[in-house]
């Protein structure tokens, strides 16, 4: 799996013209849930915190302001667009949570969201940052799930969007069915209080369906070419999915919290 495509290094690439607009619809579309789940967490003010596949920051951004005496570091693959935005109070590093070894600190929160499942080593990734947790301290870990696809009706809605996971898997590993069990896997890494949810953001003329639809043009050739999908069916999908009189549920969001002992 090694030699293969990683995320970032063709596809959804932060040079792709059009990855800043497709990573804020993805913002858009969870943090409120995220911000939601996180704001449960009885952190005290001076938490040390690290957000993981950071992409845009916006998560990061948050915990600065939520915790004002505290310590937020936003790690990325690649922080151009952390960097661009220059978040005062927020610590950035480039770091490849597959290859580089972890901060030596250790932190009161890791927060990851929609980047293991995207990694084929994720369940080792994932003891990592079990591991670097101060007692006491707490993983969040939010990553994406098919299952609403797979039961949607509305064509070619159903068929372009799976074309698009196995798209995504063949290309750079990504599974998206891995996080249906998070809570189960964070309890397996030897976490405690382990509680999860499922959220659903509908696609249509929504944030969500933007992501999806910029997602699907990186995509285009790879559905044509290995998935069969003809270029009136993308344009009909393209259109259903930011179509303000099309609504349906899109990719699932499973998010797992547990604490180190
Ligand atoms: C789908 S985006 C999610 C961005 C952000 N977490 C969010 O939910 O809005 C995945 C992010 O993970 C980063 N990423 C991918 N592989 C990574 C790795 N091996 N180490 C660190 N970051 C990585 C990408 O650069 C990208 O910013």
Redo the contacts with the bound molecule.
Sequence with gaps: MLDTE???DQL?S?AHPAETAR?EA??QA?DPGTFHRLEQLPLREDARCLE?????G??GEWLVRRLPAGHVVA????PVHLRARGVPGLEVRR?????DEFPEESFDLIH????LS??PARQEVLERMARRLAPGGWLVIEDPVRFPLETSPEQPYRKVSLAMCDAVERRIGTDSRWARTLPELLSAAGLTDVHGDTRTSRVGRTPMGRFWRLSAEQLSADLRQDFGVAPDELAAFSHQVTAADFTAPGLATVTAVGRRV
């Design positions: 990683q995320y970032g959804f932060h990573l993805l913002a969870l993981v596949g950071s992409g845009l916006t998560v790690a990325d693959r690649d770091f490849d949570v597959t290859a990851a969201r929609w980047l995207h990694l």
